[in-house]
C-alpha cells in the first residue's frame, strides 16, 4: 500500500481512529459474549470470525506509519481488568482442543514448536487491546493508536494469528473428516515438542465431540 493511499488527504485522521477502535470494541464484546458460554456449540466459528476481524485491524495498523503518543511517558491507568475468568470459561469451552502447536517465529531456523492454548492467547490478546481502549475512552487517541500499534507489533498480531491459524485448523478437520491424533497427555507444562507430538488435536474425540458441538455432520 502506498503512502498515498495511508495518507490521502480526504481522509481524517480521526476517522482511522475510530474504525480502528470499532474494530477492537467489537471484537472485545464479542469474545466476552462468546466466553459467557450461551452457544457453546457455536464456539468455534464466532471465535474464527472475531479474530479474522481483529487480525484486518492489525494489519491496517501495521501497515500505518510510526505513530507517536503526545506524551513522553505513558500515563498511569491503574491496574488491568482481571480476565481470569474470560479465560477459564473458554478454556471450558474450547476443550477438548484448547491446546494447539506454535511456533513462534518462523523464521528463526531449527525452532521447535511449543504448546499453547487458545483461552490463554485471546485472554493475552484482550489484555493488550482493553490497554489501549483506556486510552482511547479518556480523549488519548494518539496515545490509544500508539500503543495498539506497538503490542500488535511485539504482542497481540503474532499471538492472534497463531490462535486464527489454530482455530481454522480445527473447523477444517471437521468440515473435511480429517480427523487428527489424539491428544495424548499434552499440555502448556510440557517441553519442546518432536515431530511425533505434532499432530495432537484429538481424532476421534474431534469428530464426535467437536463435531457435535459445533453442530456440523462430519462427511460421510
Same mark, same amino acid.
Given at each position: ?98 491446546? =494447539? ?34 486510552? =482511547? ?84
Amino acid at each position: 500500500m502506498s503512502d498515498a493511499t495511508l495518507h490521502a488527504t480526504e481522509q481524517n485522521p480521526d476517522d482511522f481512529a475510530v474504525q480502528i477502535s470499532d474494530q477492537i470494541e467489537s471484537f472485545l464484546v464479542a469474545v466476552t459474549e462468546v466466553a459467557k458460554g450461551d452457544e457453546p456449540g457455536s464456539t468455534v466459528p464466532f471465535l474464527l470470525l472475531e479474530v479474522s476481524q481483529l487480525l484486518l485491524a492489525g494489519g491496517r495498523l501495521g501497515a500505518h506509519e510510526d505513530i507517536v503518543p503526545e506524551e513522553r511517558y505513558e500515563p498511569d491507568l491503574g491496574p488491568e481488568p482481571d480476565v481470569d475468568e474470560l479465560r477459564e470459561n473458554l478454556a471450558r469451552l474450547l476443550d477438548p482442543v484448547d491446546v =494447539y502447536s506454535e511456533v513462534f517465529d518462523p523464521y528463526e531456523p531449527r525452532k521447535a514448536p511449543v504448546p499453547a492454548r487458545i483461552s490463554d492467547d485471546l485472554a493475552d490478546v484482550i489484555t493488550d487491546l482493553r490497554h489501549g481502549m483506556a486510552h =482511547y475512552r479518556a480523549g488519548r487517541t494518539a496515545e490509544a493508536l500508539w500503543w495498539w500499534q506497538f503490542s500488535y507489533f511485539s504482542n497481540w498480531g503474532s499471538t492472534a494469528s497463531a490462535t486464527l491459524r489454530a482455530l481454522h485448523s480445527v473447523l477444517a478437520h471437521v468440515r473435511l473428516n480429517q480427523p487428527l491424533e489424539e491428544l495424548d497427555g499434552l499440555d502448556t507444562d510440557q517441553g519442546v515438542m518432536g515431530d511425533e507430538t505434532l499432530e495432537f488435536e484429538a481424532g476421534r474425540v474431534m469428530e464426535q465431540e467437536i463435531g457435535e458441538q459445533l453442530g456440523l455432520r462430519p462427511a460421510k
